[in-house]
């Protein structure tokens, strides 16, 4: 009894303990946030240049993962000798299965609660896992006949549905509890915009010669693997060390929130229509973001005859409108859902119309016939043009942006005037 008393009153220190320090860091954090001032909208503002580039820095991840995974139809095809069409179907089966895993993780975030944060615990868990899964991608047992496709569907499980979902769909809900003003919210979209951009267009325009200089075979890609995963995890420790969740939900909300299921969730995200159109627009731009990724490798190959020559946060604002729930967490996963689906089906149709044009027999004899070149091309030219022009015409329905003040201004007094309710 004694020894239980006792561990009680430790557990009580602790947590006086622990409140008085984020009662000290509370107020450390409001001076500052006051210094900073309010943003056009009258929100108050809390972030500085280095809380931009830090938060940042968890982009090198998902874009390594991302921009590796986005390669893998040439690394299988080229570096492997696995069938095209085999590939593609491989592929969309393992991104099926990673998009439903998103909507798990966004209910797991939206029922986490930790001293940390909700989110921002998922960037710390996910550093080791996240660096390995870069690796496992590339490392095929060599001459395991139809184990390969095996081993490839698992590690891109593992790469995509489990690491990539669990370090995305936190990482961009973490915007959410970092700050209110959309003015901060759109320069961490910008700087994170900038570090995944780098990101993509130096493995776009690395790839090659690097894996080239390092011996163009297997091996080669291993390598180029190993050193981006080790870049990958210091960046996401970056992120992790150098963002606050300065927002948090009352418990309230959070109950009000964790009780919600996924398919209710799922209910209340269809009947917000700019979480349709962003989602129709993110389905197109994963596909042509897809092709336009891993295509052009082929265009080099074929014609040219050598293979060296994006904020859906703020529609949460809708949902707390029109139901009383943000569910941040869900509605980042179900985006990210739908992205998924559209970079497998992009995945997938470099693989199909690539087969199509016969392109395992230009892989096994060097021949480049006319329905190659002009599957390469559909790839390449008439894909990404017309999935360009229905997304321009997409964004002239989107006006979420001009009402987002007004919206936000009456969920703050929902919240003043019913706070039992919501």
């Not at 917000?272 to 295509?295: H, P």
């Not at 190959?301 to 050598?306: A, D, L, T």
């Amino acid at each position: 009894m004694l020894g239980s008393l006792c561990q009680t009153e430790k557990a009580s220190c602790g947590g006086r303990r622990r409140l008085q320090r984020r009662f000290r860091a509370g107020k450390a954090e409001g001076t500052m946030s006051r210094e900073l001032g309010l943003d056009k909208d009258g929100m108050q503002k809390h972030l500085r240049g280095k809380d931009y580039l830090a938060d940042a820095m968890g982009q090198i991840m998902l874009n390594s993962i991302s921009a590796m995974a986005g390669q893998m139809t040439f690394f299988y095809t080229n570096k492997v000798g696995m069938a095209a069409a085999a590939v593609a179907t491989l592929l969309l089966l393992a991104k099926i299965v990673d998009a439903v895993t998103d909507l798990f993780m966004g209910k797991i975030v939206d029922k986490t609660n930790t001293p940390e944060g909700k989110a921002r615990p998922w960037l710390r868990r996910m550093i080791i896992p996240g660096a390995l899964s870069i690796i496992l991608l590339f490392t095929v047992p060599a001459g395991a006949g139809s184990f390969r496709y095996v081993y490839a569907f698992l590690t891109n499980i593992f790469a995509s549905a489990i690491c990539y979902t669990a370090i995305a769909v936190p990482y961009y809900t973490m915007m959410n509890y970092q700050t209110r003003s959309s003015e901060e919210k759109g320069k961490l979209g910008t700087f994170r915009a900038a570090v995944g951009y780098a990101v993509g267009v130096g493995l776009g325009i690395g790839l090659m010669p690097i894996t080239g200089a390092l011996g163009d075979d297997q091996r080669a890609w291993v390598i180029l693997a190993c050193c981006m995963s080790v870049i990958s995890a210091l960046g996401l420790f970056t992120a992790y060390r150098g963002t606050r969740e300065i927002y948090h939900d009352d418990e309230e909300m959070s109950a009000k929130e964790a009780s919600i299921s996924i398919v209710r969730g799922i209910g209340i995200l269809i009947h917000n229509k700019y979480w349709i159109i962003i989602t129709i627009f993110g389905v197109l731009m994963n596909i042509v973001y897809a092709v336009v990724m891993a295509a052009p490798i082929y265009y080099a190959q074929v014609i040219v005859g050598n293979q060296n020559f994006y904020s859906t946060v703020n529609t949460a604002e809708v949902n707390m409108q029109k139901y009383g729930v943000r569910i941040t967490g869900m509605t980042n996963a179900s985006n990210s859902f739908v992205g998924k689906i559209g970079s497998g089906l992009g995945g997938s149709a470099i693989g199909w119309i690539l087969a199509a044009g016969g392109y395992d027999a230009y892989a096994a004899t060097g021949e480049a016939t006319g329905k190659v070149i002009g599957a390469v091309n559909v790839l390449n030219v008439y894909i990404p043009i017309a999935i360009f022009v229905v997304m321009a015409l997409i964004l002239f329905r989107y006006d979420l942006e001009e009402k987002l003040p007004e919206i936000r201004r009456e969920n703050d007094r929902r919240m003043a005037d019913h706070p039992a309710e919501n």
